[in-house]
Protein backbone atom coordinates (compact mmCIF):
# COMPACT_ATOMS: atom_id res chain seq x y z
CA UNK A 1 0.00 0.00 0.00
CA UNK A 2 1.37 3.77 -0.51
CA UNK A 3 1.52 6.29 1.59
CA UNK A 4 -0.14 4.54 4.23
CA UNK A 5 2.57 4.72 7.51
CA UNK A 6 4.20 1.88 9.25
CA UNK A 7 2.01 1.77 12.33
CA UNK A 8 -1.56 3.41 12.08
CA UNK A 9 -2.67 5.17 15.26
CA UNK A 10 -5.37 3.17 17.36
CA UNK A 11 -8.81 4.57 16.93
CA UNK A 12 -10.50 6.08 20.16
CA UNK A 13 -13.34 3.17 21.03
CA UNK A 14 -15.42 5.33 23.12
CA UNK A 15 -19.00 5.80 22.64
CA UNK A 16 -18.60 9.51 23.69
CA UNK A 17 -15.61 10.18 21.13
CA UNK A 18 -17.62 8.67 18.58
CA UNK A 19 -21.23 10.70 19.14
CA UNK A 20 -19.11 13.97 19.02
CA UNK A 21 -17.81 12.75 15.94
CA UNK A 22 -21.14 12.47 14.39
CA UNK A 23 -22.16 15.93 15.67
CA UNK A 24 -19.45 17.76 14.25
CA UNK A 25 -19.89 17.49 10.55
CA UNK A 26 -23.40 16.24 10.47
CA UNK A 27 -25.20 18.01 12.73
CA UNK A 28 -23.91 21.55 14.35
CA UNK A 29 -23.88 24.12 12.28
CA UNK A 30 -26.40 22.56 9.01
CA UNK A 31 -29.06 21.23 11.40
CA UNK A 32 -31.07 23.79 13.24
CA UNK A 33 -30.11 24.27 16.99
CA UNK A 34 -33.14 22.73 18.10
CA UNK A 35 -32.76 19.56 15.95
CA UNK A 36 -29.08 19.75 17.10
CA UNK A 37 -30.25 19.64 20.66
CA UNK A 38 -32.31 16.73 19.72
CA UNK A 39 -30.17 15.02 18.63
CA UNK A 40 -26.98 15.45 20.87
CA UNK A 41 -29.70 14.63 23.95
CA UNK A 42 -30.80 10.98 22.11
CA UNK A 43 -27.18 10.24 21.44
CA UNK A 44 -26.65 11.45 25.13
CA UNK A 45 -29.09 8.62 26.31
CA UNK A 46 -28.34 6.31 23.89
CA UNK A 47 -24.25 6.57 25.35
CA UNK A 48 -25.90 6.05 29.12
CA UNK A 49 -28.12 3.54 28.37
CA UNK A 50 -25.21 1.43 26.52
CA UNK A 51 -22.89 2.08 29.10
CA UNK A 52 -25.19 1.73 32.42
CA UNK A 53 -25.99 -1.98 30.34
CA UNK A 54 -23.07 -2.76 29.47
CA UNK A 55 -20.72 -1.34 31.76
CA UNK A 56 -18.09 0.39 29.40
CA UNK A 57 -18.12 3.29 27.40
CA UNK A 58 -16.91 1.25 23.78
CA UNK A 59 -18.19 1.21 20.66
CA UNK A 60 -17.10 -1.80 19.66
CA UNK A 61 -19.23 -3.60 22.74
CA UNK A 62 -22.61 -2.45 20.86
CA UNK A 63 -23.93 -5.20 19.10
CA UNK A 64 -27.21 -5.28 16.46
CA UNK A 65 -29.14 -6.80 19.23
CA UNK A 66 -28.74 -3.85 21.69
CA UNK A 67 -30.34 -1.01 18.62
CA UNK A 68 -32.99 -3.03 17.83
CA UNK A 69 -36.79 -3.24 19.11
Do not use: N
Not at 8 to 16: I, K, N
Not at 40 to 65: C, P, Y
Amino acid sequence: MVGLPERLEVADDSLTTWSECYLDPAVRGVRSAEVTGKLARHLGRFRAWIIDGLERDQLSAVTVREVTV
